[in-house]
T-cell receptor, first 114, second 112 residues
Framework: DTAVSQTPKYLVTQMGNDKSIKCEQNLGHDTMYWYKQDSKKFLKIMFS???????INETVPNRFSPKSPDKAHLNLHINSLELGDSAVYFC?????????????FGEGSWLTVV | SQKIEQNSEALNIQEGKTATLTCNYT??????LQWYRQDPGRGPVFLLL?????KEKRKERLKVTFDTTLKQSLFHITASQPADSATYLCALDGSNDYKLSFGAGTTVTVRA
């Protein structure tokens, strides 16, 4: 029944490793997002896809690469992890892009890089 | 540069009182402004949306105002309860893009 589900919930990994976070939504939404929340709780958008097409690509290191195999899935792959990548990553979806749409968030993936 | 500022990081109030949270923005012309609630260890959950041509919106004990002249939104929780304790985030859309940008949030603690 979970609307937006992401895995894993917790991830502890060493610097230099490559890791992926997977996300799926069963709401039938066209638009999906990745947000990053840092230690100061500031929630910042990273990427957004609408119907599998990239529509928002913020200033994010190119070590971060999103992939949307279909409009219900948006995965995030991170190469060569750095200490500063430690944060909570939230996947989210909305019916369509644009500020009039409610965003539904997943429960977050806690990434710790050691 | 664009900024979204929410008043004081933390707000402590007595049960039954009204909590008032402020969201000020700079260099945005939002058509929509949203408020979300975030509990510790959870993702944000949508509460209310207000449009630029609306002055006020209510939902149960929640009230949001939107003043595009002052570039400010106020979020009120009336008759507050300990269960209202959470972090509240305001979010607004940018001009000509699809982004919903969030403030840093205000953490509300309601004492019984």
């Amino acid at each position: 029944d979970t609307a937006v589900s992401q895995t894993p919930k917790y991830l502890v990994t060493q610097m230099g490793n490559d890791k992926s976070i997977k996300c799926e939504q069963n709401l039938g939404h066209d638009t999906m997002y990745w947000y990053k929340q840092d230690s100061k709780k500031f929630l910042k958008i990273m990427f957004s896809y609408n119907n599998k097409e990239l529509i928002i690509n913020e200033t994010v290191p190119n070590r971060f690469s999103p992939k949307s195999p279909d409009k219900a899935h948006l995965n995030l792959h991170i190469n060569s992890l750095e200490l500063g990548d430690s944060a909570v990553y939230f996947c989210a979806s909305s019916p369509r892009p644009g500020g009039e749409n409610t965003i539904y968030f997943g429960e977050g993936s806690w990434l710790t890089v050691v | 540069s664009q900024k979204i500022e929410q008043n004081s990081e933390a707000l402590n109030i007595q049960e039954g009182k009204t909590a008032t949270l402020t969201c000020n923005y700079t260099n945005y012309s939002p058509a929509y402004l949203q408020w979300y609630r975030q509990d510790p260890g959870r993702g944000p959950v949508f509460l209310l949306l207000i449009r630029e041509n609306e002055k006020e919106k209510r939902k149960e004990r929640l009230k949001v105002t939107f003043d595009t002249t002052l570039k400010q939104s106020l979020f009120h929780i009336t008759a507050s309860q300990p269960a209202d304790s959470a972090t509240y985030l305001c979010a607004l859309d940018g001009s000509n893009d699809y982004k919903l940008s969030f403030g840093a949030g205000t953490t509300v603690t309601v004492r019984a």
